[in-house]
């Protein structure tokens, strides 16, 4: 029985310290609870996310810019397995965004064939901004100026770069960012 015990206080303290030390790996960006659009499943963006680049994007349904999500989604889909994944967050801020996330999400997947990860409806920007978008701009000293504004993390959480909308995501300064952000030589 003490060695039973012995074991379980073991791995309590094994299981105590990896989560420390996974906490302390986690960059700051990823330090929150994200609800997946349209859903009530609540994502942990560092149980997730850490140690992959990230390029979080402020989206809008009815923009000039929605198309991107095609071009947006066409970079996930090529860089994913390297370790790229691209983060969608609907904003109403410049009033271009649905009011129902269902039918944001019928856009994104119907419309554009998005699979990577879209998020709840947010304010990333003035007062009401999200914390993580708070964060955004303090780190990259620029907010969003418009939909499709793009943030660009890379494997340690250092922010790239901050693109506007304007920037495609096939864009070749775009791309060898993506690369850099990836630890991978241009």
Same mark, same amino acid.
Request: aromatic share 14%; charged share 25%.
């Given at each position: 029985?003490?060695?039973?015990f ?13 989560g ?5 790996q986690?960059?700051?960006l990823?330090?929150?609870m994200? %609800? ?12 997730? /996310?850490a140690g992959k ?7 809008a349904?009815?923009?000039?810019f929605?198309?991107?999500?095609? &071009?947006? *989604?066409?970079?996930y889909?090529e ?8 983060l969608?967050f !609907? ?5 271009q965004? @649905? ?6 999400a019928?856009l994104c997947?119907?419309? /554009? &064939?998005?699979?990577? !990860? ?6 990333? %920007? &003035?007062?009401?901004a999200?914390?993580?978008y708070?964060?955004?701009? *303090?780190r990259? &000293?620029?907010? !969003?100026?418009w939909?499709? /504004? ?15 909308g304007?920037?495609? !995501?096939?864009?070749?300064? @775009?791309?060898e ?5 990836l630890?991978?030589?241009?």
């Amino acid at each position: 029985m003490k060695k039973l015990f012995t074991y379980f206080c073991f791995s309590v303290c094994l299981l105590s310290f990896h989560g420390a030390a996974s906490a302390a790996q986690c960059p700051d960006l990823l330090k929150f609870m994200k %609800r997946k659009l349209n859903s009530q499943e609540v994502v942990n963006l560092c149980d997730e /996310y850490a140690g992959k680049a990230v390029l979080f994007v402020n989206t809008a349904s009815k923009c000039g810019f929605t198309p991107q999500f095609e &071009g947006l *989604e066409a970079l996930y889909s090529e860089y994913k397995d390297q370790g790229l994944v691209v983060l969608g967050f !609907p904003s109403n801020d410049f009033k271009q965004e @649905f009011d129902d996330e269902s039918k944001t999400a019928e856009l994104c997947e119907l419309t /554009y &064939g998005v699979k990577f !990860p879209m998020f709840e409806t947010m304010p990333v %920007r &003035g007062d009401d901004a999200d914390p993580l978008y708070r964060m955004l701009a *303090e780190r990259s &000293g620029t907010t !969003p100026k418009w939909n499709f /504004y793009k943030y660009l993390m890379d494997r340690d959480g250092n922010i790239i770069n901050a693109y506007s909308g304007f920037t495609k !995501p096939d864009d070749d300064d @775009f791309i060898e960012d993506i690369q850099k952000a990836l630890g991978k030589a241009s």
